[in-house]
T-cell receptor, first 117, second 114 residues
Framework: GAVVSQHPSRVICKSGTSVKIECRSL??????MFWYRQFPKQSLMLMAT?????????EQGVEKDKFLINHASLTLSTLTVTSAHPEDSSFYIC?????????????FGPGTRLTVL | EDKVVQSPLSLVVHEGDTVTLNCSYE??????LLWYKQEKKAPTFLFML????IEKKSGRLSSILDKKELFSILNITATQTGDSAVYLC??????????????FGKGTLLTVNP
C-alpha cells in the first residue's frame, strides 16, 4: 500500500506553546489529506479535510484558529496546534487520499502522540 | 448525521477460533466502506468495499457488504494471537455536497488468547 509518514512521532511540550506536525505522502500525490484526533480507547474523529492549494474544511466543533492546517503541496500537509493546553493531549493521525486508482482509500500515517504538560 | 455502529465492542477468543465482526451504517451519499486494523499505532488498510455481495479475501480475512441492509461483516478464520487488535469500520460518503470524508465506528477490540 501507499506510504504516509508523520513527524514527529511523539512530542511533549509546555502549555502555551505551539506544535507543528508534518504529514507526507511518500510515493503518491495526495490531492486530499485528512487530520484526525484519537483519544484513548475511542475511535478516530475527523478534525479537518485539506485539499492541496485551498483552505481546509473543518468539522463542527474544531477551532480553525487553534488547529492551523496548511496543504502547500501534493505531498505535504502540516497541522499546527497553537497555544496548546493539556486538553489538547491526544493522538493525532493524518491520512492521505491520492488521485487516480482507488481514490476512496485513505492511507494513514503512523500518528503523532502529543502530550501537553 | 452520519453514523457507523460496530459490534461487538470487544471480543475474546482462543487461537484457531473464527470470528465475525459487524458494521452497520447510515451515511449520506454512500460511496465505500473500508475496514482497518489498528494495533498500537495508526490504522492499516484491510479492505475497501463498494458493491453488494462481492466478497473480498486476503488470507484468513474476508469481508462482504450488503448495501440494501447497510451492513458489512469482517470474518477472520483460524485466528492467531497476531490478529489481536482494534478493527475499525469506516464509511466514505459525500456530506454537504462535494466534501468526501470517512466516518469511523468505535471499533471492535479483538483479543486472541493462545
Amino acid at each position: 500500500g501507499a506510504v504516509v509518514s508523520q513527524h514527529p512521532s511523539r512530542v511533549i511540550c509546555k502549555s502555551g506553546t505551539s506544535v507543528k506536525i508534518e504529514c507526507r505522502s511518500l510515493d503518491f500525490q495526495a490531492t486530499t489529506m485528512f487530520w484526525y484526533r484519537q483519544f484513548p480507547k475511542q475511535s478516530l474523529m475527523l478534525m479537518a479535510t485539506s485539499n492541496e492549494g485551498s483552505k481546509a474544511t473543518y468539522e463542527q466543533g474544531v477551532e480553525k484558529d487553534k488547529f492551523l492546517i496548511n496543504h502547500a503541496s501534493l505531498t505535504l500537509s502540516t497541522l499546527t496546534v497553537t497555544s496548546a493546553h493539556p486538553e489538547d493531549s491526544s493522538f493525532y493521525i493524518c491520512s492521505a487520499r491520492g488521485r487516480g486508482g482507488s481514490t476512496d482509500t485513505q492511507y494513514f500515517g503512523p500518528g503523532t502522540r502529543l502530550t501537553v504538560l | 448525521e452520519d453514523k457507523v455502529v460496530q459490534s461487538p465492542l470487544s471480543l475474546v477468543v482462543h487461537e484457531g477460533d473464527t470470528v465475525t465482526l459487524n458494521c452497520s451504517y447510515e451515511v449520506t451519499n454512500f460511496r465505500s466502506l473500508l475496514w482497518y486494523k489498528q494495533e498500537k499505532k495508526a490504522p492499516t488498510f484491510l479492505f475497501m468495499l463498494t458493491s453488494s455481495g462481492i466478497e473480498k479475501k486476503s488470507g484468513r480475512l474476508s469481508s462482504i457488504l450488503d448495501k440494501k441492509e447497510l451492513f458489512s461483516i469482517l470474518n477472520i478464520t483460524a485466528t492467531q494471537t497476531g490478529d489481536s487488535a482494534v478493527y475499525l469500520c469506516a464509511v466514505g460518503g459525500y456530506s454537504g455536497g462535494s466534501n468526501y470524508k470517512l466516518t469511523f465506528g468505535k471499533g471492535t477490540l479483538l483479543t486472541v488468547n493462545p
